[in-house]
């Protein structure tokens, strides 16, 4: 049910990139889909969102994950969200003990930040939007401003769409590379005449890799092509199904 990263296993934090299985939803949804914004269920998405907050050993109000808008915004806590408040945002981060913070995906890219020296972590959704508009680098500012050092952060990149199912438009590569003529290297031709294949994980790393931090790393894990574990937005779209299942990567400071 959850996967971990090698360089996130740090002492006084604990995190999972959780896959679908281990859930009680059913049908498309199958699995663990923590997905709110789904047409899941509701009783089944509460109920897989806490087994989520089991595994971290809280109760189900302490996993906190943002309304997400493909956005660069960063909404700091330290404690749950309060009713009424402003969820919509792309990232979270606290100081907060015992806060779980987590964010949904669907083959945008989850990266999860650490800083265990000054206790402080962060989740963040990046999808390509959200990583051109600056969502990584205000993740790492908002840390910042709760004491923690980009010397001493750790970022991991969880299961996303890889290049090799990720083909796109030529307007879409032209954007790209008009805003910075080195974006072609993400970038390789695919079958179809005029379109590329994305890579999305390296254009993700390599935002992270411009910000100094201490370690940046990628699982390497694709959302589309491993069915049995992942929920994917883009392979629902080519099978034209109605919805989607959304898993969920997670951080918190025991």
């Known amino acids: 049910m959850k996967l971990e990263a090698d360089d996130l296993l740090l002492e006084g934090l604990a995190h999972g990139f959780f896959t679908r299985q281990g859930g009680v939803s059913e049908g498309i949804y199958a699995g663990l889909n923590i997905g709110l914004g789904s047409d899941d269920n509701r009783e089944n998405v509460l109920e897989n969102r806490k087994r989520v907050a089991d595994s971290f050993g809280v109760?189900?109000?302490r996993l906190v994950s943002p309304y997400q808008i493909h956005s660069p915004d960063v909404i700091t806590l330290d404690g749950p969200f309060t009713d009424g408040a402003d969820r919509k945002a792309d990232a979270l981060v606290t100081a907060?003990?015992?806060?779980?913070l987590g964010v949904a995906t669907a083959d945008c890219g989850p990266v999860l930040f650490a800083d265990p020296e000054a206790g402080v972590v962060g989740a963040a959704?990046?999808?390509?939007?959200?990583?051109?508009?600056?969502?990584?680098q205000n993740t790492v500012a908002a840390m910042e401003a709760l004491g923690a050092r980009k010397a001493n952060i750790t970022a991991v990149l969880g299961p996303t769409i890889s290049q090799k199912a990720y083909e796109v438009g030529p307007e879409f590569r032209d954007r790209f590379v008009d805003d910075d003529p080195a974006s072609v290297r993400f970038f390789v031709l695919s079958e179809k005449p005029g379109h590329h294949m994305f890579d999305l994980p390296a254009f993700i790393t390599s935002r992270l890799e411009t910000l100094g931090l201490?370690?940046?790393?990628?699982?390497?894990l694709c959302t589309y092509a491993d069915e049995d574990r992942f929920f994917s937005y883009r392979r629902t779209t080519h099978r034209r199904e109605p919805d989607y299942g959304r898993q969920i990567s997670a951080i918190a400071i025991l």
């Open 96 to 100: 907060a003990r015992g806060l779980v």
């Open 125 to 136: 959704h990046s999808g390509w939007k959200g990583a051109v508009t600056g969502v990584l």
């Open 214 to 220: 201490k370690t940046v790393a990628d699982m390497g």
């Open 59 to 61: 109760d189900a109000a």
